[in-house]
């Protein structure tokens, strides 16, 4: 596969992962904004997490990737690389508060979205590079073949 191939193909799955992750991010906190009134809002965020981070794994896997059902280990991979994004976006939010203290609601907006940017960057990279990475072609099933087909003309 030529470079620019390779890179036009990326940059595709790049951008379906940031479209399908702001997607459901949307509606998860939409929601979060519906269920808090019927249930505390703990156990709404808690139910509206994992409910997303499995929707969003299901995606990334079949849509972003091309890579099929995820199965069970790829849920758990997925969910880790959101527990760690969600130990660095409240490390950063807690640097900024102890360092800083009474900085205004855009200073704290800023180091928000700045640290889940670079989150959702390094959470592409573990997703693309270790949990959903693509078989050797030997291994591939006739249905992983016509997923790659529909995948590759995507790109």
Request: glycine share 10%; aromatic share 6%.
């Amino acid at each position: 596969m030529n470079g620019l191939r390779l890179i036009r193909r990326h940059a595709a799955a790049f951008g379906r992962f940031a479209g399908l992750g702001c997607g459901v991010t949307l509606a998860a906190s939409g929601a979060l904004v519906l269920l808090s009134r019927w249930i505390p809002w703990m156990a709404a965020n808690a139910l509206t997490t994992v409910i997303s981070t499995v929707v969003a794994t299901e995606l990334h896997a079949r849509v972003s990737f091309g890579h099929g059902r995820p199965g069970l280990a790829g849920h758990l991979k997925s969910a880790a690389t959101m527990g760690l994004g969600w130990l660095v976006t409240s490390a950063a939010v807690g640097a900024l508060a102890a360092l800083r203290p009474g900085t205004g609601l855009a200073v704290q907006q800023t180091v928000y979205l700045s640290a889940t940017a670079l989150v959702g960057i390094a959470r592409y990279l573990v997703l693309r590079l270790a949990v959903f990475a693509e078989r050797a072609p030997g291994l591939r099933t006739d249905s992983d073949v016509r997923l790659r087909v529909v995948y590759d003309a995507a790109a």
